[in-house]
């Protein structure tokens, strides 16, 4: 089973809809994130949450939202989605007090929205 | 404006060649540097780091190398194999980015047989 796992995996929805994207993960790290992917723009950060107590925005986190429900789930809502919003979102988790490699980030398997 | 470019949105190698890809950012905070690697349907997966401390680090068949003053970095892998297909992303961080990562646009590779 995956690690960071993300539901739905496709989903398409209507302008105007409320959509929620959940994540959860086995890693056990205290560290969440949500990006979306663009053809040409690479990754972009939503959302991130450092700990169940702490959220914070990213770079374009107009017209989303995100709940830290335990340390092991972070969900990315779309209150009322447009179809600039179509694009593929991807969950990370990070922990930056172990490996080798501070700061790498687990991503899960991504999830692809199309809103009409 | 892009504060991490990957200007070349594909590149193709014969396989058993040299693949270097290339990733210019314009923030002189950046002091830490990660590639990924993406296959289709997948997420992406961390491949080589490098600190600004350092001016190259290898991984096996994958160097990165990292040219400040030109704030230049780039991916070198060698042999390509047709396994190594997929679209490289190259991240930025630094202090005031509150060790969060700054993505480039990625580089699609495809490694011929």
């Known amino acids: 089973d995956a690690d960071v796992t993300q539901t739905p995996r496709n989903r398409i929805t209507k302008t105007g809809k409320r959509i929620m994207l959940e994540c959860s993960q086995t890693?056990?790290?205290?560290?969440m994130y949500w990006y979306r992917q663009d053809p040409g723009l690479g990754l972009r950060l939503i959302y991130y949450?450092?700990?169940?107590?702490?959220?914070n925005k990213g770079e374009i986190s107009d017209g989303y939202s995100v709940s830290r429900q335990a340390q092991a789930k972070f969900s990315l809502s779309l209150e009322s989605a447009i179809p600039n919003q179509t694009a593929l979102y991807f969950c990370?988790?990070?922990?930056?007090?172990?490996?080798?490699?501070?700061?790498?980030?687990?991503f899960g398997e991504g999830s692809r929205l199309t809103v009409l | 404006d892009q504060q991490v470019k990957q200007n070349s949105p594909s590149l193709s190698v014969q396989e058993g060649r040299i693949s270097i890809l290339n990733c210019d950012y314009t923030?002189?905070?950046?002091?830490?540097f990660l590639w990924y690697k993406k296959y289709p349907a997948e997420g992406p997966t961390f491949l080589i780091s490098?600190?600004?401390?350092?001016d190259k680090n290898e991984d096996g068949r994958f160097t990165v190398f990292l040219n400040k003053s030109a704030k230049h970095l780039s991916l070198h892998i060698v042999p390509s194999q047709p396994g190594d297909s997929a679209v490289y992303f190259c991240?930025?961080?630094?202090?005031?980015?509150?060790?969060?990562?700054?993505f480039g646009p990625g580089t699609r590779l495809s490694v011929l047989p």
């Open positions: 990370a988790t990070s922990d930056p007090t172990s490996g080798r490699f501070t700061g790498e980030l687990f």
């Open positions: 949450s450092f700990d169940v107590k702490d959220i």
């Open positions: 890693k056990g790290h205290d560290r």
């Open positions: 923030n002189s905070m950046f002091d830490y």
């Open positions: 991240a930025a961080s630094g202090v005031d980015y509150g060790q969060n990562f700054v």
């Open positions: 490098i600190s600004s401390i350092k």
